[in-house]
């Protein structure tokens, strides 16, 4: 059974850095993709940054140059570092993973930028 937990949310203020974490209960690898989505109040889901099984990494343009995913196969883990972190980003952020046709999804870890 695929388990996603996320951690490492909290409150920061403008500018600063954090690092999410994401561990699956099983190899990462046998997954087509892992990302990380967020949900802001009163928005859609969205994508923020995903990694293939190749390796191959994407992101949203607003993320571009400020996170940056990255993952262990070692310790199933992945991983999402943010920085320069503005008010906008604040939200719930989700681990995702796709294999084939399904979707599985962590519980979400809140982020919020404020001063």
């Known amino acids: 059974q695929v388990q996603l937990v996320e951690s490492g949310g909290g409150l920061v203020q403008p500018g600063m850095a954090l690092l999410l974490s994401c561990a699956s209960s099983v190899n990462i690898f046998e997954f087509n993709s892992m990302g990380w989505y967020r949900q802001a109040p009163g928005k859609q889901r969205e994508l923020v940054a995903k990694i293939t099984v190749g390796g191959t990494t994407s992101y949203a343009d607003s993320m571009k140059g400020r996170f940056t995913i990255s993952r262990d196969g070692t310790t199933k883990m992945v991983y999402l570092q943010m920085t320069e972190l503005k008010p906008e980003d604040t939200a719930v952020y989700y681990c995702?993973?796709?294999?084939?046709?399904?979707?599985?999804w962590g519980q979400g870890t809140q982020v919020t930028v404020s001063s």
């Open positions: 995702n993973a796709k294999i084939e046709r399904d979707d599985y």
